[in-house]
T-cell receptor
Framework: RKEVEQDPGPFNVPEGATVAFNCTYS??????FFWYRQDCRKEPKLLMS???SGNEDGRFTAQLNRASQYISLLIRDSKLSDSATYLC???????????FGGGTRLMVKP | DVKVTQSSRYLVKRTGEKVFLECVQD?????MFWYRQDPGLGLRLIYF???????EKGDIPEGYSVSREKKERFSLILESASTNQTSMYLC????????????????FGPGTRLLVL
């Protein structure tokens, strides 16, 4: 089983739609969780950290369910510019090392 | 803003050549990482370093070595390049400069696309 699993997609949605991605992780000792965004042929960039209480940043909402070991990302009112691959990221037990999921590809169509 | 730079965006080498990939960060970060990214396999950690002259193997260190002589610079070395090392190589850094909550956040360089013929 992969340490961090994501549906690779692609998710094809029209502009304005709401779309949600889930990610599951295997290490119950993980303490830190993130969503990164990666545009085509570019480097990953931090989108948002995921806190236990859930957090929101504009159109983006992240949730953490420790009991079920999954993380979600909700994007409301999708924009064409949201088209990218979204990487679910979880820290390993050993300090500053992170484990990256394979990514979920989102394509927002006009 | 954190800036991580990599010496080359694109590189073409021949099998058996020694290849050096350089990474420099300007945030005084303690931790630096080298990943490779391949379609369907995601990002895989090759080596990381948490201090000058310190290095630790990641998940796929075979065929690679690293060097960290200065805090801001982390080099990845392919001793004898092979075709299966054709990939996108990404360097990242993290550290306490961003504060205790952000210290695990990794900041990536633009990547080096290496083609080994």
């Amino acid at each position: 089983r992969k340490e961090v699993e994501q549906d690779p997609g692609p998710f094809n949605v029209p502009e304005g739609a709401t779309v949600a991605f889930n990610c599951t992780y295997s290490n119950s000792a993980s303490q830190s969780f993130f969503w990164y965004r990666q545009d085509c042929r570019k480097e990953p960039k931090l989108l948002m950290s995921v806190y236990s209480s859930g957090n929101e940043d504009g159109r983006f909402t992240a949730q953490l369910n420790r009991a079920s070991q999954y993380i979600s990302l909700l994007i409301r009112d999708s924009k064409l510019s949201d088209s990218a691959t979204y990487l679910c990221v979880v820290n390993k037990w050993a300090g500053n090392m992170l484990t990256f999921g394979g990514g979920t590809r989102l394509m927002v169509k006009p | 803003d954190v800036k991580v730079t990599q010496s080359s965006r694109y590189l073409v080498k021949r099998t058996g050549e020694k290849v050096f990939l350089e990474c420099v960060q300007d945030m005084d970060h303690e931790n630096m990482f080298w990943y490779r990214q391949d379609p369907g396999l995601g990002l895989r950690l090759i080596y990381f370093s948490y201090d000058v002259k310190m290095k630790e193997k990641g998940d796929i260190p075979e065929g690679y070595s690293v060097s960290r002589e200065k805090k801001e610079r982390f080099s990845l070395i392919l001793e004898s390049a092979s075709t299966n090392q054709t990939s996108m190589y990404l360097c990242a850094s993290s550290g306490i400069a961003g504060g205790p909550i952000q210290q695990e956040t990794q900041y990536f360089g633009p990547g080096t696309r290496l083609l080994v013929l």
